[in-house]
């Protein structure tokens, strides 16, 4: 009953996002974006920038500001000679992490009306910043996330990486975004854009600089201070590769999840559970009906997306595994502290460098 209630509630959720959630077309028009600043912050970033770069600085933006996080390899020589403009990031201060102070930095920095921070990892097709900046004009929005494709190339990377997708579509109905209650949020830190009026009434992200979920913490932020958010898929548009491996997908879901569930520690085993009976027992334990819609989930979350070629289709066959293969998520989420990119972050405090 517990697994076919939660299955009915995801695909029910995901029927409404089909039908509202608005979507990138590639058909954007010549547009003037002469106040839009488009911010990557960049820590070891030189594998990236290489393949990314190109695009951000071919979209028009008034300005492209890279920050530097104190690298270890050629992310600031790669940037420079990109042609992009470059930041040398300043000490890691008492009480911030990593990536919330790389970004107040680079607002601090900006001149445009409006702030896109995107990530060095998120790939932009020409006209997309136009179309995403076009929109979020008319929305009325404070904050828009323009939530890029997963672009899943290796074996290793196709195993958790598309439940970042699942998780928003089968889980929040965009219509409940317009709901001020700041507890109906979303957000993905790799493209959030901003008017910068209200970015600097809330201090920018100085409001988030403990967190480690900073993007969705801002959007709540963002909603408990009167201001309004919306989300848009990016599609082919708007691609990002996060990981290249399953360990690296460990790493990196590990370190957000245990503030996903309100950074209580008890609330992890009961959410595992619930996905190993909602996923797994069913292939073990002969429910059809179950097995079947977990499996419609899985292809409504690729064919939504537009995530349709035959590898990623193929992705959806990993579905009874998946609980069992989040398990070290799990296990590191559960830890006092967490690594990401050489720093040590204690769960609910603040960063400190690596030793």
Same mark, same amino acid.
């Given at each position: 009953?517990?697994?076919?209630?939660?299955?009915?509630?995801?695909?029910?959720?995901?029927?409404?996002?089909?039908?509202?959630?608005?979507?990138?077309?590639?058909?954007?028009?010549?547009?003037?974006?002469?106040?839009?600043?488009?911010?990557?912050?960049?820590?070891?970033?030189?594998?990236?920038?290489?393949?990314?770069?190109?695009?951000?600085?071919?979209?028009?933006?008034?300005?492209?500001?890279? &920050?530097?996080?104190?690298?270890?390899?050629?992310?600031?020589?790669?940037?420079?000679?990109?042609?992009?403009?470059?930041?040398?990031?300043?000490?890691?201060?008492?009480?911030?992490?990593?990536?919330?102070?790389?970004?107040?930095?680079?607002?601090?920095?900006?001149?445009?009306?409006?702030?896109?921070?995107?990530?060095?990892? !998120?790939?932009?097709?020409?006209?997309?910043?136009?179309?995403?900046?076009?929109?979020?004009?008319?929305?009325?929005?404070?904050?828009?996330?323009?939530?890029?494709?997963?672009?899943?190339?290796?074996?290793?990377?196709?195993?958790?990486?598309?439940?970042?997708?699942?998780?928003?579509?089968?889980? &929040?109905?965009?219509?409940?975004?317009?709901?001020?209650?700041?507890?109906?949020?979303?957000?993905?830190?790799?493209?959030?854009?901003?008017?910068?009026?209200?970015?600097?009434?809330?201090?920018?992200?100085?409001? !988030?600089?403990?967190?480690?979920?900073?993007?969705?913490?801002?959007?709540?932020?963002?909603?408990?201070?009167?201001?309004?958010?919306?989300?848009?898929?990016?599609?082919?548009?708007?691609?990002?590769?996060?990981?290249?491996?399953?360990?690296?997908?460990?790493?990196?879901?590990?370190?957000?999840?245990?503030?996903?569930?309100?950074?209580?520690?008890?609330?992890?085993?009961?959410?595992?559970?619930?996905?190993?009976?909602?996923?797994?027992?069913?292939?073990?334990?002969?429910?059809?009906?179950?097995?079947?819609?977990?499996?419609?989930?899985?292809?409504? !979350?690729?064919?939504?997306?537009?995530?349709?070629?035959?590898?990623?289709?193929?992705?959806?066959?990993?579905?009874?595994?998946?609980?069992?293969?989040?398990?070290?998520?799990?296990?590191?989420?559960?830890?006092?502290? !967490?690594?990401?990119?050489?720093?040590?972050?204690?769960?609910?405090?603040?960063?400190?460098?690596?030793?």
């Amino acid at each position: 009953m517990v697994a076919g209630g939660f299955l009915a509630v995801k695909l029910g959720t995901l029927l409404v996002n089909a039908l509202t959630f608005p979507r990138l077309r590639g058909q954007s028009a010549p547009a003037d974006l002469s106040d839009v600043s488009l911010l990557i912050p960049a820590r070891n970033e030189a594998r990236n920038l290489p393949h990314t770069l190109p695009g951000f600085l071919a979209q028009g933006a008034g300005e492209v500001l890279v &920050l530097d996080d104190h690298s270890d390899d050629e992310t600031a020589a790669l940037a420079r000679g990109a042609g992009a403009a470059v930041l040398s990031g300043q000490p890691l201060p008492p009480g911030w992490h990593g990536k919330p102070w790389a970004c107040q930095q680079l607002g601090a920095a900006a001149q445009g009306d409006v702030l896109v921070f995107t990530d060095a990892d !998120v790939t932009w097709e020409p006209g997309a910043l136009a179309e995403a900046a076009a929109y979020f004009r008319t929305s009325g929005a404070h904050l828009m996330t323009v939530w890029p494709q997963q672009d899943n190339r290796a074996p290793g990377e196709r195993i958790l990486t598309p439940m970042v997708d699942d998780v928003l579509l089968s889980l &929040l109905p965009w219509p409940l975004l317009a709901v001020p209650t700041p507890e109906a949020s979303a957000a993905n830190g790799q493209v959030m854009m901003f008017r910068r009026k209200c970015y600097e009434r809330l201090g920018g992200h100085a409001a !988030v600089r403990a967190e480690l979920l900073e993007d969705v913490m801002f959007a709540r932020a963002v909603k408990g201070a009167g201001g309004r958010l919306t989300l848009i898929l990016g599609g082919p548009q708007v691609r990002v590769r996060m990981y290249r491996s399953y360990a690296e997908s460990v790493t990196g879901f590990s370190k957000g999840l245990l503030s996903f569930h309100a950074g209580q520690r008890a609330l992890l085993p009961p959410s595992l559970a619930l996905h190993l009976l909602t996923y797994t027992w069913p292939w073990l334990s002969g429910q059809r009906l179950l097995m079947a819609a977990g499996l419609l989930e899985g292809l409504a !979350v690729r064919i939504l997306t537009r995530r349709t070629r035959p590898a990623d289709l193929a992705e959806v066959l990993l579905t009874p595994l998946l609980p069992l293969l989040a398990l070290p998520v799990y296990a590191q989420a559960a830890r006092r502290e !967490v690594v990401w990119k050489g720093r040590v972050y204690s769960q609910g405090s603040a960063a400190q460098e690596a030793e």
